[in-house]
């Protein structure tokens, strides 16, 4: 559903276009209505967004996991206290709220990175910095490789 690497400009409202192919992607589902919230990876901020159907899925199994293990009402607490809900206006763009701007250190330049069935939203600098470290991870990783028949 979302690939790709999209690089796009962050106007002075917090308002960015959504990459034309993530939105025929969500034109599919028929929703306008996207969840952003809070991420970390290699320990650098970003923002994960979700279709609205595919975030409701992830609350389900949130809720049935939280009920038997700690750590998942931990992530509950993070993951999903720090999410908002966002519209896609008329121009194909979401207004990034002024919290998460700031959580993700997002500039004049994001870039939007498809993860299948969610993308997420990056500074561009910290982009670079994380993309080079997968490389070197998944390239020197030959199990994974073999795991996934490439």
Known sequence: MFRGNHYHSVDGKGRVAIPARFREALSGLQDERLVVTRFKRRGRRCLDVYPLSTW????????????FKRRFAAFEAYYVSG?????IDAQ????????LRHYAGLGREAVFTGLIDRFQIWNRDVWHQVESEDEQEVFDDSELLDELEL
């Open 83 to 87: 999410a908002q809900d966002v519209q």
């Open 92 to 99: 194909g763009r979401l207004l990034v709220p002024p919290t």
């Open 56 to 67: 409701l899925r992830l609350e389900q199994r949130i809720t049935e996991k939280k009920r």
